[in-house]
C-alpha cells in the first residue's frame, strides 16, 4: 500500500506561521526611531545652518567686491593692471570688463543660490548681477557697477560652500553604524531572558522539568520575579509528577496481588465452564488496564539506540497474528532503522495494533484489516498505520490523545481505560519523535509516527530467534 502523505496528515498536529522573532523586531522598532532621529536632526541642522551660511557667503562676496571696486576707483591706469594682476595671483580674483554682447547664466539653481543672489543684490546695489557662468566659462560671477563702467569678477565657487559634502556624508553613515549597533545590543539584552524562558518552557512542556532553572539573581527586578515564579511553578510541577507516578504506581501494585488471588479462586472454585471463563476475562480485562495506567505513570526518560524498524513491527505481529479477526498487511523495508527504546517502540506499535482491532473492524465482514508502512524522508523516518473502518468525527481527533477520552461508540465497541493513545503519544514524545492521527480519504484511522533515523548499518538477525524474544517483552 503507497504512504499516503505524512506531512500533510502532520499538519493539523503542529500551527503553522510566519513572523518575526522579539529580537528583530526589537531591533527594527529601535533602527527605525534612531534612524528617523538621524534624519530630524540632520534636517534641523540644515535648516539652522542655511540662514547664517547664505547670509556670511554673501556677506564675503560682497565685501570682496566693494574692495575691488574702491581700489579700482582710486588706482591710476598703470596701478590698475597692477592691482588687477595681484588680486588673480594671491586671491584667485579676476576683473573684465562687462560688455554688452556677454552672455550668462542666472545664479539660481537651488534655495541657497538663490538666498545668495538676494543678499547681494541689497548689498551691492540694483544692477548686481550673480551668476553661474559668462560667455562659457563656469564660476561664481558677479557683475557690478563703476560709475558709467561695467565690469565682471570671476572667483572660485569653493568660496560657496553649499551644507553636505563628503564630510557630512562620512560622518552620517558612522551615526547611523553606531546607533544600529546600539539597537542591536539593546535589543539582545532585552531578548536574552525571554529567550532563556522560552527555552525553559519548552523543556516544561517536553517534561524535563529538572533542566528548566532560570537565574534567579538578575538585575532586573521585573526579570527576576518573573524567573522565581516560573522556578517555583517547575518545582511543583515536578513534585506533582512524582506524586503522580508515585500514586499511580502504588495504586497498580496494590491491586496486582488481590486480583491474581481473585482469579485463581475463580478457576479452581467455580464448576461452571462458562461463568469462568466469563470471569476470568473480565480479570484479565483489570489486569489490561492497570498495565496501561502503569504505562502512563512510567518516567519520562528513555535509552535510544538503533532498532530496525521491521523487526519490531515483526515481534508486535508475532504475538497477535493468531486472532481471526485480524488482518495485517506490512509495506516496510527492512533496511529502515531508527533511533528509538526497542521495547517502548514495541509497546507502542502493540497498543496501535490493539486499538486497530477493537475499533476499525470493518461492517461487512467484522474484520480489521490494518495496513502497515514506512518509508525514509531525510533525517527522519514515516510510519503509518491505519485501518479500513469508520473513522472518527473530525471534532473528535485531537482529543483522542487525550487520557481518559472516550470516542463516539463506534470505536468503543470494548472496553478500556481510555488511556492507549495517551500512552502512545507520550512515549513518541519520550523518544524524540511526533505522533498524529487523521482520518483517511477512503475511510479508516490513520496514526503517523515521525521518528529519528539512525545513520548506521545493523546485522540482519534470525527472525525465527529474535521474533519470540521481542514478543514476550512487548
Not at 117 to 135: D, K
Not at 140 to 157: H, K, P
Not at 222 to 241: D, P, Y
Request: glycine share 6%; aromatic share 6%; with cysteine.
Amino acid at each position: 500500500m503507497p504512504l499516503e502523505n505524512p506531512a500533510a496528515a502532520l499538519a493539523p498536529a503542529r500551527r503553522l506561521g510566519f513572523g518575526l522573532s522579539l529580537f528583530w523586531r526589537t531591533f527594527f522598532l529601535l533602527a527605525l526611531l534612531l534612524l528617523g532621529s538621524i534624519a530630524a536632526w540632520l534636517q534641523t541642522l540644515r535648516a539652522l545652518e542655511f540662514e547664517p551660511r547664505a547670509v556670511q557667503t554673501a556677506q564675503q562676496i560682497a565685501s570682496l567686491v566693494n574692495l575691488s571696486r574702491a581700489a579700482l576707483i582710486h588706482s591710476d591706469a598703470i596701478a590698475r593692471v597692477s592691482l588687477i594682476k595681484t588680486m588673480t595671483d594671491q586671491e584667485g580674483v579676476r576683473i573684465f570688463p562687462r560688455e554688452p554682447t556677454d552672455t550668462f547664466e542666472p545664479f539660481d539653481n537651488d534655495d541657497l543660490s538663490q538666498r545668495i543672489a538676494r543678499e547681494l543684490t541689497a548689498r551691492l546695489g540694483p544692477g548686481t548681477v550673480v551668476a553661474n557662468r559668462v560667455n562659457k566659462e563656469d564660476g561664481l560671477w558677479v557683475g557690478f557697477a563703476i560709475e558709467e563702467d561695467g565690469y565682471w569678477m570671476l572667483t572660485d565657487r569653493s568660496r560657496l560652500r553649499p551644507a553636505g559634502g563628503p564630510t557630512w556624508v562620512i560622518w552620517l553613515i558612522t551615526a547611523a553604524a553606531l546607533s544600529l549597533a546600539g539597537a542591536a545590543l539593546i535589543a539582545r539584552l532585552i531578548n536574552r531572558p525571554l529567550k532563556q524562558l522560552s527555552f525553559a518552557a519548552s523543556r516544561v512542556r517536553d517534561g524535563d522539568l529538572s533542566a528548566s532553572h532560570l537565574d534567579e539573581q538578575v538585575a532586573t527586578s521585573e526579570i527576576r520575579e518573573v524567573n522565581i515564579g516560573f522556578n517555583r511553578m517547575a518545582q511543583k510541577l515536578s513534585k506533582i509528577e512524582q506524586d503522580r507516578a508515585i500514586m499511580l504506581a502504588g495504586i497498580s501494585h496494590d491491586l496486582r496481588t488481590p486480583l491474581a488471588r481473585l482469579r485463581l479462586e475463580t478457576e479452581m472454585s467455580v464448576s461452571d465452564q462458562e461463568a469462568r471463563d466469563h470471569m476470568v476475562a473480565d480479570i484479565a480485562q483489570l489486569d489490561a488496564i492497570i498495565d496501561k495506567f502503569l504505562d502512563y505513570a512510567r518516567p519520562d526518560h528513555v535509552s535510544l539506540s538503533p532498532v530496525r524498524l521491521r523487526d519490531v513491527i515483526e515481534s508486535c505481529i508475532y504475538s497477535v497474528r493468531e486472532q481471526v479477526d485480524l488482518q495485517i498487511n506490512v509495506e516496510v523495508s527492512p533496511d529502515l532503522v531508527v533511533l528509538a527504546d526497542e521495547v517502548e517502540l514495541g509497546r507502542v506499535i502493540t497498543n496501535l495494533l490493539e486499538n486497530a482491532r477493537r475499533y476499525g473492524k470493518t461492517v461487512d465482514s467484522g474484520i480489521a484489516v490494518i495496513d502497515i508502512a514506512a518509508r525514509a524522508r531525510d533525517a527522519w523516518v514515516l510510519f503509518k498505520l491505519r485501518d479500513h473502518g469508520m473513522g472518527v468525527p473530525h471534532e473528535n481527533i485531537a482529543n483522542l490523545t487525550k487520557p481518559f477520552f472516550r470516542g463516539d461508540a463506534a470505536r468503543t465497541a470494548a472496553n478500556g481505560a481510555g488511556l492507549g493513545l495517551s500512552i502512545v503519544e507520550k512515549t513518541v514524545q519520550r523518544m524524540g519523535g511526533k505522533f498524529a492521527l487523521t482520518n483517511t480519504s477512503t475511510g479508516g484511522l490513520a496514526a503517523y509516527i515521525k521518528l529519528k533515523k539512525a545513520d548506521v548499518k545493523l546485522a540482519k538477525p534470525d527472525i525465527k530467534l529474535a521474533l519470540p524474544k521481542l514478543a514476550a517483552k512487548s
